[in-house]
Protein backbone atom coordinates (compact mmCIF):
# COMPACT_ATOMS: atom_id res chain seq x y z
CA UNK A 1 0.00 0.00 0.00
CA UNK A 2 3.21 2.65 1.14
CA UNK A 3 4.46 1.49 -2.03
CA UNK A 4 1.56 2.31 -4.41
CA UNK A 5 1.48 5.37 -2.77
CA UNK A 6 5.11 6.27 -2.98
CA UNK A 7 4.25 5.48 -7.01
CA UNK A 8 1.42 7.86 -7.15
CA UNK A 9 3.52 10.59 -5.58
CA UNK A 10 5.62 10.24 -7.61
CA UNK A 11 3.97 10.59 -11.14
CA UNK A 12 2.08 13.19 -9.63
CA UNK A 13 5.06 15.56 -8.60
CA UNK A 14 6.35 14.12 -12.51
CA UNK A 15 3.38 15.61 -14.24
CA UNK A 16 4.01 19.06 -12.09
CA UNK A 17 7.50 19.19 -13.10
CA UNK A 18 6.65 18.58 -16.73
CA UNK A 19 3.34 20.39 -16.49
CA UNK A 20 5.67 23.29 -15.49
CA UNK A 21 8.36 22.97 -17.77
CA UNK A 22 6.19 22.82 -20.71
CA UNK A 23 4.31 26.49 -19.11
CA UNK A 24 7.56 27.89 -19.12
CA UNK A 25 8.62 26.82 -22.61
CA UNK A 26 4.83 27.74 -24.06
CA UNK A 27 5.67 31.79 -22.56
CA UNK A 28 9.14 31.44 -23.81
CA UNK A 29 8.02 30.93 -27.18
CA UNK A 30 5.30 33.48 -27.12
CA UNK A 31 7.45 35.78 -25.85
CA UNK A 32 10.28 35.16 -28.35
CA UNK A 33 8.06 35.14 -31.08
CA UNK A 34 5.09 37.00 -30.40
CA UNK A 35 6.37 39.86 -27.64
CA UNK A 36 3.75 42.23 -26.29
CA UNK A 37 4.13 45.80 -26.94
CA UNK A 38 5.37 47.04 -24.37
CA UNK A 39 8.28 44.29 -24.24
CA UNK A 40 8.61 45.42 -28.10
CA UNK A 41 9.05 49.20 -26.79
CA UNK A 42 11.38 48.46 -23.79
CA UNK A 43 13.79 46.52 -26.57
CA UNK A 44 13.47 49.14 -29.15
CA UNK A 45 15.03 51.34 -25.96
CA UNK A 46 17.93 49.66 -25.73
CA UNK A 47 18.93 49.40 -29.53
CA UNK A 48 17.70 53.41 -30.13
CA UNK A 49 20.15 54.51 -27.23
CA UNK A 50 22.85 52.64 -29.32
CA UNK A 51 22.40 54.89 -32.26
CA UNK A 52 21.64 57.60 -30.56
CA UNK A 53 25.13 57.74 -28.92
CA UNK A 54 26.40 56.96 -32.17
CA UNK A 55 24.73 59.96 -34.05
CA UNK A 56 25.65 62.37 -30.55
CA UNK A 57 29.44 61.14 -31.25
CA UNK A 58 29.29 62.90 -34.95
CA UNK A 59 28.85 66.35 -34.08
CA UNK A 60 26.58 67.41 -36.68
CA UNK A 61 26.62 70.99 -36.71
CA UNK A 62 23.43 73.41 -35.73
CA UNK A 63 21.43 74.85 -38.65
CA UNK A 64 21.53 78.04 -39.55
CA UNK A 65 18.21 79.81 -38.24
CA UNK A 66 17.33 82.66 -41.35
CA UNK A 67 13.98 83.81 -42.10
CA UNK A 68 12.02 86.89 -43.58
CA UNK A 69 8.82 85.15 -43.64
CA UNK A 70 6.75 83.34 -41.82
CA UNK A 71 6.85 80.14 -44.25
CA UNK A 72 10.56 80.57 -43.31
CA UNK A 73 10.29 80.69 -39.82
CA UNK A 74 8.44 77.32 -39.34
CA UNK A 75 11.06 75.75 -41.73
CA UNK A 76 13.83 77.24 -39.48
CA UNK A 77 12.70 75.66 -36.49
CA UNK A 78 12.05 72.49 -38.30
CA UNK A 79 15.64 71.97 -38.55
CA UNK A 80 16.51 73.15 -35.64
CA UNK A 81 13.56 70.10 -34.15
CA UNK A 82 15.09 67.88 -37.01
CA UNK A 83 18.70 68.73 -35.34
CA UNK A 84 17.61 67.87 -32.31
CA UNK A 85 15.78 64.44 -33.09
CA UNK A 86 18.52 63.06 -34.87
CA UNK A 87 20.63 63.11 -31.33
CA UNK A 88 17.76 62.43 -28.90
CA UNK A 89 15.87 58.81 -28.69
CA UNK A 90 13.16 58.24 -30.47
CA UNK A 91 10.49 57.90 -27.41
CA UNK A 92 12.28 61.65 -26.27
CA UNK A 93 11.46 62.92 -29.42
CA UNK A 94 8.63 65.93 -28.87
CA UNK A 95 6.81 65.94 -32.29
CA UNK A 96 7.42 68.73 -34.52
CA UNK A 97 4.33 70.17 -35.57
CA UNK A 98 3.80 70.68 -31.52
CA UNK A 99 7.08 72.36 -30.97
CA UNK A 100 6.71 74.79 -34.36
CA UNK A 101 3.07 75.82 -33.48
CA UNK A 102 4.23 76.61 -30.17
CA UNK A 103 7.15 78.60 -30.99
CA UNK A 104 4.85 80.49 -33.47
CA UNK A 105 2.42 81.53 -31.07
CA UNK A 106 4.75 82.35 -28.05
CA UNK A 107 6.99 84.84 -30.78
CA UNK A 108 4.39 85.83 -33.13
CA UNK A 109 6.32 84.43 -35.85
CA UNK A 110 9.69 84.90 -34.74
CA UNK A 111 9.16 88.63 -34.42
CA UNK A 112 9.22 89.27 -30.55
CA UNK A 113 11.66 90.97 -28.80
CA UNK A 114 12.64 88.24 -26.67
CA UNK A 115 13.08 85.88 -29.70
CA UNK A 116 14.66 88.53 -31.66
CA UNK A 117 17.20 89.59 -28.47
CA UNK A 118 17.56 86.72 -26.56
CA UNK A 119 16.91 83.60 -29.19
CA UNK A 120 13.96 82.77 -27.12
CA UNK A 121 10.94 81.44 -28.73
CA UNK A 122 8.82 79.99 -26.36
CA UNK A 123 8.89 82.67 -23.35
CA UNK A 124 10.99 79.77 -21.09
CA UNK A 125 12.05 81.66 -17.80
CA UNK A 126 14.03 81.51 -15.24
CA UNK A 127 13.76 82.25 -11.68
CA UNK A 128 18.03 82.29 -11.08
CA UNK A 129 19.89 85.62 -11.34
CA UNK A 130 22.98 84.54 -12.40
CA UNK A 131 21.44 82.71 -15.67
CA UNK A 132 21.63 85.02 -18.89
CA UNK A 133 18.64 86.68 -18.49
CA UNK A 134 15.71 89.53 -20.27
CA UNK A 135 13.70 91.29 -18.42
CA UNK A 136 10.22 92.57 -19.08
CA UNK A 137 10.08 95.65 -21.39
CA UNK A 138 10.34 98.99 -18.74
CA UNK A 139 11.67 96.62 -15.82
CA UNK A 140 14.97 97.72 -14.75
CA UNK A 141 15.03 95.63 -11.45
CA UNK A 142 14.94 91.61 -10.96
CA UNK A 143 11.70 90.86 -9.43
CA UNK A 144 12.31 87.20 -8.97
CA UNK A 145 12.38 85.94 -12.79
CA UNK A 146 13.48 87.13 -16.11
CA UNK A 147 12.77 85.43 -19.49
CA UNK A 148 15.96 83.12 -20.82
CA UNK A 149 18.47 84.11 -23.30
CA UNK A 150 19.99 81.56 -25.25
CA UNK A 151 23.18 81.66 -27.40
CA UNK A 152 21.52 81.13 -30.90
CA UNK A 153 17.69 79.82 -31.36
CA UNK A 154 18.41 76.12 -32.00
CA UNK A 155 20.15 76.19 -28.50
CA UNK A 156 16.60 77.49 -27.11
CA UNK A 157 14.55 74.73 -28.97
CA UNK A 158 17.17 72.32 -27.41
CA UNK A 159 16.75 73.25 -24.14
CA UNK A 160 12.81 73.19 -24.59
CA UNK A 161 12.88 69.55 -25.52
CA UNK A 162 14.82 68.57 -22.46
CA UNK A 163 12.27 71.05 -20.28
CA UNK A 164 9.70 68.27 -21.77
CA UNK A 165 11.55 65.67 -20.78
CA UNK A 166 12.84 66.45 -17.51
CA UNK A 167 10.43 68.67 -15.50
CA UNK A 168 8.11 67.08 -13.48
CA UNK A 169 5.13 69.22 -14.29
CA UNK A 170 5.06 67.41 -17.57
CA UNK A 171 4.80 64.01 -16.17
CA UNK A 172 1.23 64.16 -17.95
CA UNK A 173 3.25 64.67 -21.73
CA UNK A 174 5.51 61.76 -21.27
CA UNK A 175 3.11 59.42 -19.93
CA UNK A 176 0.79 60.20 -22.79
CA UNK A 177 3.55 59.99 -25.16
CA UNK A 178 5.01 56.73 -23.93
CA UNK A 179 1.59 55.40 -24.24
CA UNK A 180 1.56 56.05 -28.18
CA UNK A 181 4.90 54.49 -28.43
CA UNK A 182 4.41 51.41 -26.80
CA UNK A 183 1.02 51.05 -28.96
CA UNK A 184 3.72 51.77 -31.45
CA UNK A 185 0.87 54.74 -32.71
CA UNK A 186 2.33 58.37 -34.27
CA UNK A 187 2.82 61.08 -32.19
CA UNK A 188 -0.20 62.98 -32.29
CA UNK A 189 0.33 66.99 -31.52
CA UNK A 190 -3.55 67.78 -30.81
CA UNK A 191 -3.03 65.61 -28.00
CA UNK A 192 0.03 65.72 -26.53
CA UNK A 193 -0.55 69.69 -26.36
CA UNK A 194 -3.38 68.86 -24.19
CA UNK A 195 -1.11 67.64 -21.38
CA UNK A 196 0.93 70.95 -20.74
CA UNK A 197 -1.42 72.41 -18.63
CA UNK A 198 1.36 73.80 -16.64
CA UNK A 199 3.11 75.19 -19.03
CA UNK A 200 0.65 78.38 -20.30
CA UNK A 201 -1.95 80.01 -17.43
CA UNK A 202 -4.22 80.56 -20.49
CA UNK A 203 -7.10 78.68 -20.22
CA UNK A 204 -7.35 77.97 -24.09
CA UNK A 205 -3.60 77.35 -24.87
CA UNK A 206 -3.92 74.01 -26.66
CA UNK A 207 -6.63 75.01 -28.80
CA UNK A 208 -5.09 78.27 -30.09
CA UNK A 209 -1.80 76.00 -30.59
CA UNK A 210 -3.85 73.99 -32.46
CA UNK A 211 -5.45 76.34 -34.45
CA UNK A 212 -1.68 77.28 -35.54
CA UNK A 213 -1.30 73.74 -36.82
CA UNK A 214 -4.05 73.63 -39.00
CA UNK A 215 -3.19 77.08 -40.27
CA UNK A 216 0.49 75.90 -41.17
CA UNK A 217 -0.97 72.90 -42.58
CA UNK A 218 -3.31 75.09 -44.76
CA UNK A 219 -0.50 77.61 -45.71
CA UNK A 220 1.70 74.39 -46.70
CA UNK A 221 -0.90 73.00 -49.00
CA UNK A 222 -1.12 76.37 -50.72
CA UNK A 223 2.51 77.03 -50.84
CA UNK A 224 3.38 75.13 -54.01
CA UNK A 225 -0.19 77.74 -55.74
CA UNK A 226 0.09 80.74 -54.28
CA UNK A 227 3.21 83.17 -53.43
CA UNK A 228 4.42 83.83 -50.25
CA UNK A 229 4.00 87.50 -49.24
CA UNK A 230 7.79 88.49 -47.99
CA UNK A 231 7.87 90.81 -45.45
CA UNK A 232 10.75 92.93 -43.51
CA UNK A 233 13.45 90.75 -42.12
CA UNK A 234 12.47 91.27 -38.04
CA UNK A 235 16.48 90.88 -37.41
CA UNK A 236 16.98 94.08 -39.34
CA UNK A 237 14.07 96.59 -39.48
CA UNK A 238 11.47 95.78 -36.80
CA UNK A 239 9.21 98.04 -34.67
CA UNK A 240 9.51 97.07 -31.11
CA UNK A 241 7.22 94.31 -30.59
CA UNK A 242 4.28 95.00 -27.88
CA UNK A 243 2.85 93.03 -25.48
CA UNK A 244 5.94 91.42 -23.67
Known amino acids: MNIMLKKIKSLSTFKIVISVLLFHIILFSVGTFFPNPITKHYLKKDIEKYYTEWANNLGLQEPDFEYTNDMQFVQAVRKCVDWV ?51 LEGRTK ?90 EDSKVKKDKPTNQ
Open 85 to 135: NFETPRFERVPIEMIVSQAVLESGWGTSRFAIEGNNLFGIRTYDKTVPHML
Open 142 to 231: WRGWGVRVFSTKCQGVKYFVELLNNHPAYEEFRETRNKMLILNKPLDSKVLVKTLKAYSTTPNYAERVNYIIDSIREQEELSSELPIKTK
